[in-house]
C-alpha cells in the first residue's frame, strides 16, 4: 500500500532509552525530525520487522542504531545496504546491534523480506553509532553523547542527497 | 551443532530463533529419557519494578509500556487497571471501549506477527519468514497486511504505533475524532476476511501428534471473551478477583534463571494465552470465530500446543470482529479521562497479554508515590508449562535425528509465543543424550 501522504525520507531510531548507549537511535533521529521538516521519525522502534510498516514507496529510509564492533566508542558508521543485489547480512548483522529480541529477522532479513514482497524502499542506509555501555538503567555514555552532532549531521546529509537529486 | 559419541550425545544451537527475548533452553536424555528441561533466563527481569519504586502513579503506565516492543498496550492497560483499582475508580463504558478498541489493535499485530513471520515457516520447512516470503509472497503480504491494520488501530487510539503516548491513568489525552475511528472501519473488514483465511490456511499444516495436560488460566468478562478486564479463572474451577489471584501465585526464583517462574500456591504449573483463554471462553466468542473454528476442527478445548497457532487465528478473527463492532459503535467519551486521586492503598489489574494474563500490582501512598510493584508477565507464568512440553516432545521424539529434534523443540518454544523479554532477555537450545 502507498500512502499519499507519506513522506519520501524516514529515520527510524532503533533502541531503547533504557539501555544507556542503546537510546542514541531514537535520540538522533527525533534530533533530525526537528530540524529536517520533509523527514518522518517514525521510531522509536524496537523491532526491525516494524519498518515494513513505512518502507513501501519511500525514497530513503535512514536507521539509526547503537552499534557495537570493536570499534572507538562515539565512532559514527555508515553502511549503504544494497537493495537490488542483497546486502551483506553477516556485516550488517554485526554492524546493527541495538536491537533487543530475537525474532530472528535482523534489518538484513527484513529488506529481503521487503523485497520478496515488493515494499522495499529505494534505498536504506545504516547510520551506527558505535556504543560501550548497554546496561539496563544507564544513560548515553559520555563519548556517544558527543557523537550526537556527527550523527545528526549525516542523517541530514543523507536526506539533502535525495532531495539535490528529486 | 551435534556432538556424537558411545555414551553421550549433544545437540545446541546458538539462538533459538523467531522468540522474543535473551534466554537458553537446555535438554538431557538418558538412556531413552527426558531427565532435565531447563529454559533459561539471562537477564535481571524486575529492573522496571525497582525502576518504578518512588515513582508517581500517573507514570506506571509509560514506564511498563517500555518492557516490550511487541505489547506496550498490554502493560499500559494492566498498569492504568491496577491504579485506578488502588483509586476506586472506574472510567465507565466508553472510555473502556476504546480501551478495548485498542487492546484489538495489539492482538491483531501481535497475532500476525507471530502466526505469519515466526510460527508458520516451522510447519511449512522454512528457516524464517524471509525464505517464506521468497516462496510465497501473497501469503505473506496477507499477514504484514493483518500486522499492519492493527498497528493502524494502535496509531488511531494511542497516537503511535509503536509505544502509544496516548494512554493515561482514567483513560487517554485525547479521544479519537470519531471520523479517524470511522477510517479503521474498510480496512478491518478486508482484515477480518484475511483472518478467515488465515483460520483456513494454518487449519492444514500438518501438526504432530502431541497433547499437553494444562491446567488453563484466563481471565473471564461476563458476556464475552476476556480481553481487557475480567477475573483470573481456571480449568481447575477457579474464579478469583485478580488481587486473590495475586495472592495465589507465587513466584521464585530457580538457579538456572534471573527470571521469576510462577506456580499457583508454589506446587502447580499452569498456562495462560490462546490456548487457555479459548479452553475457558470459547462460548463467547463471535459466531464468524466459533464457525471458523469449528470449519479448521478445532473442538471446545485444544491441547495439541502446536494447533495454538490455529487458536491464534481463530483469535484473530475474533479480534478483527470485535474492533468493527468496536469502531461502529464508537461514540467519544464525554471527557478523554476521568480524574484519578490518588489514596494510600493497594490495586491490582489483569488483562489478557496476546500471550496471556498480564498481572500488575502497586501499592501507592497518598500522594501517589509508588511503594511497591508487582509484574507477573505471562512467560514468566509459563514458563514451567514450556518445560512440560518439551519433555513431552523430546520423549515422543527420540527418533528424530538430532536437526530435526531440534526444530522440534524450537516450535514447541514457539507454540507459546514466548516474549521473554518480558521476563528478562537471546535463547541459545542445546540438548544432551547420554
Partial sequence: MTRDDSPRVIVAGFGSADRGDDGVGPLVAARVATISSATRDVGPLS????????CDGVDLVVVVDAVRSNAKPGTVRVVEMN????????????????????????????????????????????????????????????????AVPEAVRLVLQLIAEVNVCA | MSHGSKSVRTISAEGLARVEGEGSLRVRVHDGLVTDVALEIFEPPRYFEA??????????????????????VAYQMSACLAMEDACGVDVGERISALRRLLYCGEWIQSHALH????????????????????????????????????????????????????????????????????????????????????VSWVSGFEFPEVEGQYRFVALRSPGRYAIDDGRPGSSGGLDLSPAQFSDLVVEEHVERSTALQATLGGNDHYLTGPLARYALNASMLPDVAREAARAAGLGD??????????????????????????????????????DVAPRASVG???????????????????????????????????????????????EGGLELDDDDLQWRCEQAVRNHDPCISCAAHFLDLSVVRS
Avoid at chain 2, 51 to 72: K, M, V
Avoid at chain 2, 147 to 157: D, H, L, P
Fill in chain 1, 47 to 54: 523491532e526491525p520487522l516494524d519498518l515494513l510498516d513505512y
Fill in chain 1, 83 to 146: 537493495v537490488e543485489a542483497g546486502v551483506d547480512e553477516s556485516e550488517v548483522d554485526t554492524l546493527v546491534d541495538g536491537v533487543t529480541s530475537t525474532h530472528g529477522i535482523g534489518l538484513a532479513g527484513v529488506l529481503r523480506l521487503a523485497r520478496a514482497v515488493g515494499r522495499a524502499p529505494t534505498r536504506l542506509v545504516v547510520v551506527g553509532v558505535e556504543g560501550e555501555e548497554f546496561a539496563l538503567g544507564h544513560e548515553l555514555s559520555p563519548s556517544v553523547r558527543a
Fill in chain 2, 51 to 72: 525502576l518504578l519504586l518512588g515513582r508517581h502513579f500517573s507514570e506506571a503506565p509509560d514506564i511498563t509500556a517500555r518492557i516490550c516492543g511487541i505489547c506496550p
Fill in chain 2, 115 to 198: 502466526v505469519y513471520l515466526l510460527h508458520a515457516p516451522d510447519f511449512l520447512g522454512c528457516a524464517d519468514a524471509v525464505e517464506l516470503a521468497e516462496r510465497d509472497a501473497s501469503t505473506v503480504q496477507r499477514g504484514l497486511d493483518l500486522k499492519r491494520v492493527g498497528n493502524m488501530i494502535i496509531e488511531a487510539v494511542g497516537g503511535r504505533s509503536i509505544h502509544p503516548v496516548n494512554v493515561r491513568v482514567g483513560g487517554f489525552y485525547r479521544a479519537p475524532d470519531p471520523s479517524a475511528i470511522a477510517r479503521l472501519f474498510e480496512p478491518l473488514r478486508r482484515a477480518r476476511d484475511a483472518a478467515l483465511a488465515t
Fill in chain 2, 301 to 338: 478445548v485444544c491441547v495439541n500446543p502446536f494447533k495454538s497457532i490455529i487458536v491464534r487465528a481463530v483469535e484473530l478473527v475474533f479480534a478483527c470482529d470485535e474492533a468493527l463492532r468496536l469502531v461502529e459503535a464508537y461514540e467519544p467519551p464525554a471527557a478523554p479521562s476521568v
Fill in chain 2, 348 to 394: 491490582t489489574g489483569a488483562t489478557e497479554a496476546p500471550r496471556g494474563l498480564l498481572l500488575h500490582q502497586y501499592e501507592i501512598d497518598a500522594e501517589g508515590t509508588i511503594l511497591r510493584a508487582r509484574i507477573v508477565p505471562p512467560t514468566s507464568q509459563n514458563q514451567l508449562t514450556i518445560e512440560d512440553d518439551l519433555r513431552r516432545v523430546v
